[in-house]
């Protein structure tokens, strides 16, 4: 049996408040909504019961921001792309957002189970002076359970239309890509944290963005396997590989709390479920 979930969020700010309203179809929901930082911002807390997807499942997932109001979104656990018989497994996102829209999009990580054929597809429509600031992680199974990422596709997708578009495919057959130094290095997860605008960010605001990641590298464990720069002037990007999950997340998490600071001078509101 196969699933196929959707469910669509529409965020408005309404007497200065950031309002949240959403339809679902299957199992997709959300399990919160919380302003643990003021009204300005709302955060929701997106599940999936079945807790991962096999092949032939898809989910879809659509958020639109309005003008003037702040989303945050995260995810209570991993996603996982469980081994498939030759069908795909499918989570597609589509993010828009109107002229001076906020959304930060921060789901836990991906997790690629072997014998896996997954996609996992994320695209964003910003308009004029809407800004979003998001991350992806992805782990290659799971060594330290003594379950590799030994067999197996995955194809990542992130794309702002017209301006910036990130795609690779790991084949787990593909050990010089896994085991070269110009490729993966053996590491087991791939994660980056990227803000992106709608326009162009001036050239002072993102050279001070770059330097507050850079200060948080030169001290870090992971420093050798990172590095921080702008593809484009509308979007700046850190990347980084790590033995397992939790170093490079905890690593993401100080470059959003610093962009947080720097770029929108709102102090860092980590979701509670991230410390459970």
């Given at each position: 049996m196969t699933w196929h979930a959707s469910l669509a969020l529409d965020y408005t700010l309404e007497a200065q408040r950031s309002v949240a309203r959403f339809v679902h179809d299957g199992p997709l929901r959300v399990l919160q909504t919380l302003y643990p930082e003021g009204d300005a911002v709302c955060?929701?807390?997106?599940v999936h019961p079945p807790g991962g997807l096999v092949g032939g499942d898809t989910l879809d997932i659509?958020?639109?921001?309005g003008s003037g109001a702040h989303a945050l979104i995260t995810t209570p656990g991993a996603t996982r792309f469980y081994r498939s018989e030759g069908e795909l497994a499918l989570q597609?996102?589509?993010?828009?957002?109107?002229?001076?829209?906020r959304m930060e999009w921060l789901?836990?990580?991906?997790?690629?189970?072997?014998?896996?054929?997954?996609?996992?597809?994320?695209?964003?429509?910003?308009?004029?002076?809407?800004?979003?600031?998001?991350w992806d992680v992805?782990?290659?199974?799971?060594p330290h359970a003594d379950q590799p990422f030994a067999r197996?596709?995955?194809?990542?997708?992130?794309?702002?239309?017209?301006?910036?578009?990130?795609?690779?495919?790991?084949?787990?057959?593909?050990?010089?890509?896994?085991?070269?130094?110009?490729?993966?290095?053996?590491?087991?997860?791939?994660?980056?944290?990227?803000?992106?605008?709608?326009?162009?960010?001036?050239?002072?605001?993102?050279?001070?963005a770059l330097e507050c990641a850079r200060e948080l590298l030169?001290?870090?464990?992971?420093?050798?396997?990172?590095?921080?720069?702008?593809?484009?002037?509308?979007?700046?990007?850190l990347r980084?590989?790590?033995?397992?999950?939790?170093?490079?997340?905890?690593?993401?998490?100080?470059?959003?709390?610093?962009w947080r600071q720097y770029l929108w001078n709102r102090a860092a509101a980590r979701p509670r479920l991230w410390a459970m």
């Open positions: 955060h929701n807390v997106l659509r958020a639109s921001v597609r996102t589509q993010l828009r957002l109107e002229a001076g829209a789901p836990l990580e991906a997790i690629l189970y072997n014998g896996c054929r997954a996609e996992n597809r994320l695209s964003f429509e910003l308009q004029p002076g809407a800004e979003l600031l998001g992805t782990a290659l199974g799971l197996g596709r995955f194809c990542q997708h992130i794309e702002l239309p017209g301006v910036w578009l990130e795609r690779g495919v790991i084949d787990a057959s593909d050990t010089r890509l896994l085991q070269s130094p110009l490729g993966l290095a053996g590491q087991h997860c791939v994660a980056s944290i990227f803000f992106a605008s709608g326009s162009a960010i001036a050239r002072a605001r993102r050279e001070g030169q001290s870090h464990a992971l420093a050798p396997l990172a590095g921080v720069t702008s593809p484009n002037p509308q979007v700046l990007m980084v590989l790590a033995p397992q999950v939790e170093p490079a997340m905890e690593l993401l998490k100080s470059v959003w709390a610093a």
